[in-house]
């Protein structure tokens, strides 16, 4: 079994930053990617960023260039960095783990919300 335990979400004003960090904990073998997704009621839940086991990143056009997404590998941690928030970044963030042969797993969510 594994847990996945999202924090560091909260209010910001425009333009602020806030770090997401997602702790993995149980039987954490065998990675194949690590993802950050966001929802907002109504919507369907959209990948934010994504990282492989070798370390390639992908993010969705919306964040490109002011999110970024990291793993501390010895701490089973993975970041997300995210700077210059908009309005429409405000969401609830899950944290996403996807080992190989095994099922997919997910966090509880974290509330980002960005407003003035």
């Known amino acids: 079994q594994v847990q996945l335990v999202e924090s560091g979400g909260g209010l910001v004003q425009p333009g602020g930053s806030l770090r997401l960090s997602c702790a993995a904990s149980?039987?954490?073998?065998?990675?194949?990617?690590m993802g950050w997704y966001r929802q907002t009621p109504g919507k369907q839940r959209e990948l934010v960023a994504r990282?492989?086991?070798?370390?390639?990143?992908n993010y969705a056009d919306s964040v490109k260039g002011r999110f970024t997404i990291t793993t501390d590998i010895a701490k089973n941690t993975m970041y997300l960095q995210m700077s210059s928030l908009k309005p429409e970044d405000t969401a609830v963030y899950y944290c996403h783990l996807q080992l190989i042969g095994a099922p997919d797993y997910w966090g509880q969510g974290t509330q980002v919300t960005v407003s003035s």
């Open positions: 149980g039987s954490v073998f065998s990675i194949n990617a």
């Open positions: 990282i492989t086991g070798g370390g390639n990143t």
